[in-house]
């Protein structure tokens, strides 16, 4: 196995741990309906056209009770509080999609053998496995992946030395998987 080959792997098993776990909602949690749609279930409350929706929001707007507080403030000229000085009113939202679960999905076939690859040298060598498991799964810079990889083994990581560990962490792998 060449490196190439190998990178272009270790980006697939990464790509798979990542994904690896989905939110599952269970079906009797689940709206199913044919009206289960955000969409369709707006339009039985949408008016259709703007005069309409003017209308029915007429008195709901929050004017009434800006005016009220206006009165009992009495500054001349003040007949309207302004929205930015006045408290939300508070309401709950009442719909939800119910409990999410988290689903393993599991490894792809194909991968396994590069999963149990990647275990065997974190059991083997921890600080090249760890090197490993963070080049290809973590997000931002080596220098954070490096700090990572020191706050896990509660010692400081150079930068140096995790090229280093990464480095003989990709070699073992090759070996272990061209085997």
């Not at 393993?104 to 065997?120: F, N």
């Amino acid at each position: 196995m060449m490196a190439d080959e190998l990178d272009k792997t270790l980006r697939q098993w990464a790509a798979a741990q990542i994904g690896r776990h989905g939110a599952y909602v269970a079906p009797e949690d689940r709206d199913t309906g044919p009206g289960s749609h955000p969409i369709s279930r707006a339009r039985e409350f949408a008016p259709m056209t703007r005069s309409r929706a003017a209308a029915r929001i007429a008195g709901r707007d929050g004017s009434d009770r800006r005016r009220t507080m206006a009165a009992v403030v009495a500054i001349k000229g003040l007949h309207l509080i302004p929205m930015a000085f006045c408290d939300p009113v508070r309401c709950v939202e009442t719909r939800h999609s119910g409990p999410m679960q988290s689903v393993d999905q599991g490894i792809p076939t194909e991968l396994k053998r590069v999963d149990r690859a990647v275990m065997d040298l974190y059991r083997i060598d921890t600080f090249k496995g760890l090197c490993v498991r963070l080049e290809y799964t973590g997000f931002g810079y080596q220098s954070d992946r490096a700090i990572e990889v020191g706050k896990a083994l509660g010692a400081p990581v150079t930068l140096r030395q995790y090229r280093d560990g990464l480095r003989a962490g990709r070699q073992w792998l090759m070996g272990r998987l061209a085997a």
